[in-house]
């Protein structure tokens, strides 16, 4: 199907969901925890696909940052 007509459609299931009430709306919380996730999802798959696992990483964290330099102690719900 063309991508065009696809989004057309998508679009207009998406309007009607909203004006029925069913729709989805995230949270600032739910979309938080979402993005946390798929950040997660995403580095594990690159070390995956380098070779490198988790007990390999030298960082000790999902985003390979180190977290002696960061905020990392005055983050909330962790």
């Excluded at 057309?8 to 029925?20: L, V």
């Excluded at 798929?38 to 964290?61: F, K, L, M, P, V």
């Amino acid at each position: 199907m063309d991508p065009a007509k696809q989004r057309e459609i998508a679009s207009k299931g998406g309007k009607a969901a909203h004006q029925k009430g069913t729709a989805h709306e995230w949270t600032s919380e739910e979309a938080r925890d979402a993005g946390r996730k798929g950040g997660i999802a995403s580095h594990r798959r690159r070390r995956e696909q380098q070779g490198t696992t988790a007990d390999e990483s030298d960082s000790g964290n999902d985003a390979g940052i180190d977290s002696s330099s960061t905020n990392a102690g005055n983050r909330d719900n962790e």
